[in-house]
């Protein structure tokens, strides 16, 4: 996973040409010229499709029979997940409905302003579940790497505009942690990745299947050093149309290392359940790191 470099593969024209189709013929036709780009990226993306095999393989509920049709489950869900977060952030989202679980702890925790850690996954939609959160009456923060190209990021901001929630970008001069610091006194929103790290950076260890995992020290130690309240949440696509929210009830533990595991075990779950909606492309188990 260490090999991840912190930029989108997307690129302009692609994501113009969705928008594009998007706002003029709707959701439906997108999924339906997806089958083009998809089919292309299936036949020739070899490297993303060994990373998955590699993870599939680990997986134990998943037969060794059902991962080619997997891996290529996974490559029509990652670009519908593409052409719905866009559907959302352009305003068409009118089509796509949802079904929730722990909306209202989250919405209760606002109220209070009382701060709030969520920690997710590149596990189904999480553009998605940012966007549920806009009934969360609280200012939310978003922590991601800076690392998109200039151009997706400028093309973004002209065709949908301002986004409705707070960027608080991953610096080296470690200035984001002072940001989430003076958000968390504030009674704000954090949410943050748990799954995935750049090189060089601080780890630590879980088990997932059994076997070792990496992941980012920063979300769990935030969590732990704050002594915040946190959840995991996770958005997962169950039909064509319709996304299924679901938030653990919100805790404080002083220890990073158990917070740490408790992702991991939600993760196992929500990956047992769902595998072919996993979209970290790189490898995640240590053994395959080396």
């Known amino acids: 996973m260490s090999s991840w470099k912190g930029k989108s593969k997307g690129t302009p024209l692609g994501y113009k040409i969705f928008i594009r189709l998007i706002q003029i013929f709707g959701v439906r036709t997108a999924y339906f010229f997806l089958r083009f780009p998809t089919t292309y990226y299936y036949l020739f993306a070899k490297e993303t499709k060994h990373h998955l095999r590699t993870f599939y393989e680990k997986v134990p509920t998943l037969e060794k029979s059902e991962i080619n049709r997997t891996i290529r489950r996974n490559f029509t869900y990652i670009g519908e997940a593409i052409v719905d977060k866009f559907a959302f952030l352009i305003g068409k989202q009118n089509k796509i409905t949802y079904t929730n679980e722990g909306e209202e702890r989250l919405k209760a925790f606002a109220e209070k302003g009382q701060a709030l850690i969520l920690i997710s996954a590149h596990l189904g939609n999480w553009e998605i579940a940012g966007n549920f959160l806009k009934k969360v009456d609280a200012e939310v923060n978003v922590v991601m790497f800076d690392g998109e190209r200039e151009k997706i990021k400028k093309l973004i901001q002209d065709e949908v505009g301002k986004v409705h929630f707070n ?13 989430i610091n003076a958000a968390v006194k504030r009674g704000e929103i954090i949410c943050i990745h748990g ?6 950076a601080k780890t630590i260890e879980a088990k997932l299947f059994g076997r ?13 050093k704050l002594k915040a309240h946190y959840s995991f949440i996770f958005t997962i696509k169950n039909a ?37 909606q996993w979209f970290n492309y790189h490898p ?5 790191a080396n």
């Open 167 to 179: 960027i608080i970008p991953i610096k080296e001069d470690l200035s984001h942690i002072f940001k």
């Open 195 to 200: 799954d995935r790290f750049l090189e060089g």
């Open 212 to 224: 070792t995992v990496e992941l980012p020290y920063g979300p769990f130690q935030i969590a732990s």
């Open 240 to 276: 064509k149309f319709n996304y299924h929210f679901t938030s653990t009830v919100p805790v404080v533990n002083p220890s990073a290392d158990e917070i740490a595991q408790e992702y991991v075990d939600q993760l196992e779950k929500k990956v047992t359940e769902n595998p072919e």
């Open 284 to 288: 995640f188990f240590k053994e395959d």
